[in-house]
Nanobody, 126 residues
Framework: QVQLVESGGGLVQPGGSLRVSCVVS????????MGWYRQAPGKQREFVAS????????NYADSVKGRFTISRDNTKNTVYLQMNNLAPEDTAVYYC???????????????????WGQGTQVTVSS
């Protein structure tokens, strides 16, 4: 069955860096666009970044532009989110999502994602 498993979350100080990963199994990862979302306590899940099938097209939320980088390795069925210069407002559970096959581009609409992982907690605090 389809599985998305996030990892790499943790506690980091403000200004620090962290990389979260999402390993995908159960479908052809190299034919699926991916995205990262996050949900802070008491807030709705929000778009963070998306990446197209071959990684040539990337989009970011304004709040993370210049600090976060999404990438993928189709040989490892993995999508990454490198997060630099982290701030307390980045504290959230981070989720990866997968679109349906034949959707080349990622999306900033949550409803466009067919599969989700269980999330990984990122806490930014001194």
């Amino acid at each position: 069955q389809v599985q998305l498993v996030e990892s790499g979350g943790g506690l980091v100080q403000p200004g620090g860096s962290l990389r979260v990963s999402c390993v995908v199994s159960g479908f052809a990862f190299s034919s699926v666009a991916m995205g990262w979302y996050r949900q802070a306590p008491g807030k709705q899940r929000e778009f963070v970044a998306s990446i197209s099938v071959f990684g040539s097209n990337k989009n970011y939320a304004d709040s993370v532009k210049g600090r976060f980088t999404i990438s993928r390795d189709n040989t490892k069925n993995t999508v990454y989110l490198q997060m630099n210069n982290l701030a307390p407002e980045d504290t959230a559970v981070y989720y990866c999502g997968a679109r349906d096959r034949d959707q080349y581009y990622g999306s900033n609409r949550e409803r466009d994602y067919l599969y989700w992982g269980q999330g990984t907690q990122v806490t930014v605090s001194s």
